[in-house]
């Protein structure tokens, strides 16, 4: 593709909305242009990036022994009801009415429509297993959509369904794809970790996020230093370390005026915050729930959410109306004398002794409260968030932490959407079974992102061979000279000759605008024609090594080109 032809409308400035760096690149670099807020357009290098990502997977999927077929965006209201989810799904479902009444919604995700898909056509056992992806555009309302393509409202995404017959087959699909997406991010050249996720809405039984490490990824992960584990923060488990057992002080009630923050009670009452009982007054799907946890640490609404088994959205902060109605004040909520509400405790404070707890009354709190004598409630195993010098249950290895970007998922499913869906199937005695499922994805558009803040630098991208636009440019630094031309085309000719994808910047700029361009762009292979065009020497670099820059004869350019393509595209 010649430079003069290419609709690349490269930018000197980062954008103003642009809040991390590889989001101002792809935008300078032409990769991409914001339609709307979370809608992005992808102009031909960044669609190039796109295409050759769904390559990588589509290879992946068909090797896995995945079938690839292509379902609407569109999916009726029907089906998301049957399994509960058209209220549950929350805000972020794009709805809209057909001109007969008739609704449906934008597929934010794809478990209802895939088992429908099948759930009148794989009746046998002999059918099983099956497993079924597509590539397709995804969309969800972001509330804040963010970060360029990490967090938008439309994007491209690769979801898998499989089907089996059992546990047993459902787990030995999960790790064929477990497998699958090892490969897929290992030809991404991503530098990624594998953690326990947490299910959240999906719902299911097990759960891995891959997730691409990044300082501005949105995701956190805890792991152990020597790689035996990693998970989420949502999903990490705590161990709550717990002193020596006191013994027990009688009860007494005193004033804390203003006092409604942990920190404020804490230094009033010059007592440490992991003995002053936090209470969380929601509203859990309609129901009043107050949740206690130490002082000290902050409650995992993931956990939460699982341990009440409800989906993602189903969970809001008490108004002081609702507060006052279960007979407490706001700021000043207890375990002790509340009515009507539904009382939770972290098991870590049934562990401890003489606590801090809420009066529930304006300005009061009581000292010297424990678990059984003063309150008491339902038992949650673990509902806090881990934090630094948290250790590993079960060693004593201290949890590390980093951010990233989750580029993929995979879920067990269970039977959850086939039981709602009616999706069975007749077992080898003719009886009728339930079908369980597992569900896959790859953030296609996710993935470009992702690679973009691994490989960025302060002139550009540096793309890996797998997904650049190009293998190579050729750079004409006067396109006007005779010389320089025909050198650039004869190259430019050989290295299509060979199957490469190759650019050539045959535009008049200055010099200066198209090394700042191919700096941009981040095409591995740069091979620049200049004023020794004559004596048939080019220059030759790479743009990962910016530094390392040499004259030699336009055939060895040729060859070193050829042999770094190849050795790179085959990794």
Partial sequence: ???????????????????????????????IRKSASGIYSYLPLGYRIVRKIENIVRQEMDRAGSQEILMSAIQPREIWEATGRWERFGPEMFKLKDRNDREFCLGPTAEEYFTTLIKDEVKSYKQLPLNLYQIQTKYRDEKRPRFG??????????????????????????????????????????????????????????????????????????????????????????????GEKEEEKELEEVKTPNCKTIEEVSTYLEEDKAKCLKAIDLMANGEKVVVFIPGDRELNMAKLESYLMLPDHQIE????????????????????????????????????????????????????ANYKRDFDGEIAEDLLLVKEEDTIPGTNDLYHFARGIEVGNIFQLGTKYAEGLHANYLDENGKEQVIWMGSYGVGVTRCVSAIAEQYLDEKGIAWPMVVAPYHAIVTVL?????????????????????????????????????????????IPVRITVGRRAEEDIVEYSLRSDLDNKEEISSQEALDKASQYIKEHLNK
């Fill in 1 to 31: 593709m010649r430079l003069t032809q290419l609709y690349m409308p490269t930018l000197k400035d980062d954008p103003q909305d642009a809040e991390i760096q590889s989001h101002a690149l792809l935008v300078r670099g032409a990769f």
């Fill in 149 to 242: 393509i990490n967090r938008t409202r439309e994007f491209s995404m690769k979801d898998a369904y499989s089907f089996d017959r059992d546990p047993e087959g459902l787990e030995k699909s999960y790790m064929i794809m477990y497998r699958a997406y090892e490969k897929i991010f290992d030809r991404l050249e991503l530098d990624y970790k594998i953690v326990e996720g947490d299910n959240g809405s999906m719902g299911g039984h097990k759960s891995h996020e891959f997730i691409a490490l990044s300082e501005v990824g949105e995701g956190e992960i805890a792991y152990s230093e020597n790689g035996k584990y990693a998970a989420t923060v949502e999903k990490a488990p705590v161990d709550y370390p717990v």
């Fill in 317 to 368: 902060m008490m108004s002081d109306e609702e507060i006052i109605s279960i007979g407490s004040a706001p700021g000043f909520t207890g375990p002790k004398g509340l009515e009507d509400v539904r009382i939770i405790l972290d098991k870590s404070v049934t562990k401890l002794q003489n606590l801090v707890i809420g009066a529930n009354k304006e300005s009061s709190h009581y000292i010297n």
């Fill in 478 to 522: 006067k396109a006007n000279d005779k010389s320089q031309a025909e050198l650039g085309e004869k190259i430019y000719q050989d290295l299509i000759d060979q199957g490469f994808e190759v650019l050539i910047d045959d535009r008049k700029d200055r010099p200066g605008v198209k090394f700042n361009d191919r700096d941009l762009i981040g």
